[in-house]
């Protein structure tokens, strides 16, 4: 499971524990970061994660292992809050500062697949590719069609984050609510 620290600017894997009596381990994988904002993991266990180095742009890095320098996936990123990878490799971008979701091309560039939303933030890839956005100032989870359009699939949640895939299909979001203990977890 990654994990993210945005103060220590780290980038943690947490091992869940053998047993219910045990503890789980936590593991700094990727450290001195510049503000880490999202993080994914593909199928093949390849991890991306994306930072912001300044206030309103960032930019995504791929984790190559402990003694090798992350590389540069795509840089000049508008404020990337969430990240999701497709089965075979597609990387997509919730550019939070552009109101939009980009896919991340092999030469480094960054194209808009949809735009028009309102601050988008987690994203989640199902077992089929499907994507899925959540827009927390808009209260809704929506699924993103190829096309580039969104159906809203959960309305009316209180800040929608966290987004993540379940088992046999299920999509889980956890809220955050109005204080530190009004958040609930969500299957949509």
């Known amino acids: 499971i990654p994990g993210l620290t945005a103060g220590s600017g780290a980038v943690y894997r947490i091992d869940a524990p053998g047993s219910t009596d045990a503890t789980s381990t936590v593991t700094a994988i990727a450290q001195d970061l510049n503000f880490p904002s999202a993080v994914a993991v593909a199928r093949d266990g390849t991890l991306y994660y994306a930072e912001r180095p300044a206030a309103e742009t960032g930019r995504v890095m791929r984790y190559l292992g402990p003694d090798q320098e992350p590389e540069l996936v795509a840089d000049n ?43 988008p933030r987690s994203l989640a890839i199902d077992e089929q590719d499907n994507l899925y956005c959540a827009e927390p100032n808009a209260g809704t989870v929506s699924k993103i069609i190829p096309s580039g359009t969104k159906q809203e699939i959960a309305v009316d949640l209180i800040n929608p984050v966290a987004a993540g895939p379940g088992l046999v299909g299920n999509l889980f979001y956890l809220t955050a609510g109005s204080g530190l203990a009004d958040g609930t977890a969500v299957k949509v």
Do not use: W
């Open 77 to 119: 990123v508008a404020d990337p809050q969430g990240l999701a990878v497709t089965s075979n490799g597609i990387v997509y971008v919730a550019e939070t500062g552009a109101n939009r979701i980009s896919v991340v091309h092999s030469d480094k560039t960054v194209e808009p697949v949809i735009s028009d939303l309102v601050e």
